[in-house]
Nanobody, 128 residues
């Protein structure tokens, strides 16, 4: 079992930045690919970014490339999502997810069914 706890959400003005964190506990963090998803009010959950356990493979939603960056620190059991140039349409609950893999380069990417564990989410609100 892996427990995931997101933090760092909040209210920010358009054009601002936030860095989300997801702390993992329970099993060997470095064996897990990690990802971020988000769900805006009235919309389906959508993929944001994912990173393999080695950090060697990063996959990002095309629409967010250049503004959102995923990274991880295995020594701290933490994955981050740096969000820059935020827009009101980035308002959503942001979820962290984990997938166990013995392949250093692998992430499930946007295939939600392959992600094994989910956090409770952290709210990000971007005001115009």
């Amino acid at each position: 079992q892996v427990q995931l706890v997101e933090s760092g959400g909040g209210l920010v003005q358009a054009g601002g930045s936030l860095r989300l964190s997801c702390a993992a506990s329970g099993r060997t963090f470095s064996s897990y690919a990690m990802g971020w998803f988000r769900q805006a009010p009235g919309k389906e959950r959508e993929f944001v970014a994912a990173i393999s356990w080695s950090g060697s493979n990063i996959v990002s939603a095309n629409s967010l490339k250049g503004r959102f960056t995923i990274s991880r620190e295995n020594a701290k059991n933490t994955v981050y999502l740096q969000m820059n140039s935020l827009k009101p349409e980035d308002t959503a609950v942001y979820y962290c997810a984990a997938h166990f893999s013995d392949r250093y380069y692998y992430t499930p990417g946007d295939v939600e069914a392959e992600w094994d564990y989910w956090g409770q989410g952290t709210q990000v609100t971007v005001s115009s």
